[in-house]
């Protein structure tokens, strides 16, 4: 085999079907981060917090990427207002 051959074939194995790389999945804390799913032509956030499931569309996204960028930001909202919500007097 070339190298230029063998080159593709260790990026090809890096990668995952939609060409992100496996180090974002990596990084993020396995099934406690969520998920993200295209169904139809709509990226959809699937995450829990407490126990308490949170699935929503996400109207901007236009690929997988931008997607993962909208959970971080959305987990991020839940978690404030989580803490909000705990410091609150009651």
Do not use: C
């Not at 051959?5 to 939609?18: D, F, G, H, N």
Request: aromatic share 8%.
């Amino acid at each position: 085999m070339g190298r230029i051959v063998t080159e593709a074939l260790e990026t090809y194995r890096k990668t995952t079907p939609s060409g992100r790389s496996h180090d974002r999945r990596e990084e993020t804390q396995g099934a406690q981060a969520g998920r993200v799913y295209l169904r139809g032509t709509t990226w959809w956030l699937d995450f829990s917090r407490h126990g308490r499931r949170f699935r929503m569309p996400v109207e901007t996204a236009q690929n997988e990427n931008e997607a993962w960028d909208a959970l971080e930001a959305r987990r991020d909202e839940v978690r404030q207002d989580g803490a909000r919500m705990s410091s609150a007097p009651v």
